[in-house]
């Protein structure tokens, strides 16, 4: 495999591969920045192109793409508070605090730096790990799913701002949410109030673009001024202190990259799921955790370095078991087969050249639309400047259009539009949307797991698994550290007093 790693790299780099790289990894970008698209769409998009390409060529095209989005939703969630992707639903909770602070610059800094690294680092991990990646697959089934959605869900004790009971009924609300539409075991059909639209439930991306783009703009629209309440920073020093943030934090970034490595790795799981995870176990070992959600840069740096390193794991499965580890690994699974490679354990003995450009090819989209990020840091953060009356009518266009895109239908205007009105009524009222979509995201594979588990292996299967009980013991250490922060911190204050 070593012999082919040069060949690979140059045939990136050289004309025309260069080229494809570039135009997959700038579409990416852009479908990224988009509110409802994202790397499912873009490829979907680029597929029929390729099927006159070589299959390196063609690779490189579509996990350029592929690579690039998780950033270009970075953008969006941090200067107008709305998620390009659901993989950034957790980057608006710090980014967009820190552009209202007018450290947009800075934000975008650190998004794109840990975006860059958090990619590298996947694609190293990947590369080591394939050639004994077919264990760490097996290893998780239902009950590591089922602990590791309940781990998820813990994270809510910390994330919760203010009254904890809030974050709770905001949670108890996206649970009820995730539960519309088929039971994923018995089939039933739920609480769908005889609407079609609901069998399958409120498409995820619909519900983040109404909670976070449409309440936004709905925000903006009641208040005075520009969405920067401070003077906005547009020098490079600015963009340059977020990069730096990332190694200033170096160790958080290591162990985001880790949690996203090992989610991509488990197959269906998605991005969202890392996102969280890395953004929760940043601020329950952070040692000032109330400053989480209000615009620290650590905020920022936890879920994309988790979002970039996922896409290397998520190539384990997908590589090994020809399993899709990911909606973008589905159809990058469907382009592997139209070009006759045939996803398994010998792929690498067979064609170890298409395995290495894949690796390859990912870190260099993330490297370009970092660049390219860095480059456009300042003139985005000064669209922070501009009165917010301007703005809000911008956003809710993007927003209606994005929640139509998505998938064509008028119903999802609709939703994502009354999911509008019920996040501004959570902004109003201090109720955390991220603990409602939280629940959401793993609401479906909690009780699906849980019933897998149940049928397969009883309820001893979540007790007699080394990984299964590691989980159990994180979450009660999540659970655990709010308290006894707050008692050490009441008796700090008895010993000052």
Known sequence: MLEAALPALLELISWPGILYLTIGALLGLLFGILPGLGGPQVLA??????????????????IG???????????????????????????????FPMTKQGKAGQAIGAAAAASVLGAIFGAIILTAILPVGRYLVLAFSYPEYFMMAVMGLAMIVVLSQGSLWKGIIAGGLGLMIAFIGYDPVSGAVRYTFGTDYLWDGIPLVTMLIGLFAIAEAISLWTKQGSIASKKVNTSLKGVFEGMGAVFKNFGLFIKSSIIGTIIGIIPGVGGAVANFIAYGQAASTSKNPENFGKGDVRGVIAPESANNAKDGGALVPTLI???????????????LTIHGIQPGPRLMLDNPGITLTLIYALVLANIIVGVVGILLASPLARLTMIKSVFIAPVILVLALVGSYAADGRIQDVV???LFGLIGYAMIRHHFSRVALVIAVVLGEMMQQSFHQTIELLGYSGFFTRPITLSFIIITIIILALPIIRRKRGTTDENLGA
Do not use: K, R
């Open 45 to 62: 998009l680029l597929l029929p192109l390729t099927f006159t390409m070589d299959a390196a060529t063609a690779l490189t095209l579509l």
């Open 65 to 95: 793409a592929s690579g690039a989005t998780a950033f270009g939703g970075s953008i969006t969630a941090i200067l107008i508070n709305t998620p390009g992707t659901a993989q950034n639903a957790a980057t608006v909770y710090d980014g």
């Open 321 to 335: 078991f020809g399993i899709p580890g990911s909606l973008e690994m589905a159809v990058l699974l469907g382009a």
């Open 415 to 417: 939703a994502a539009a």
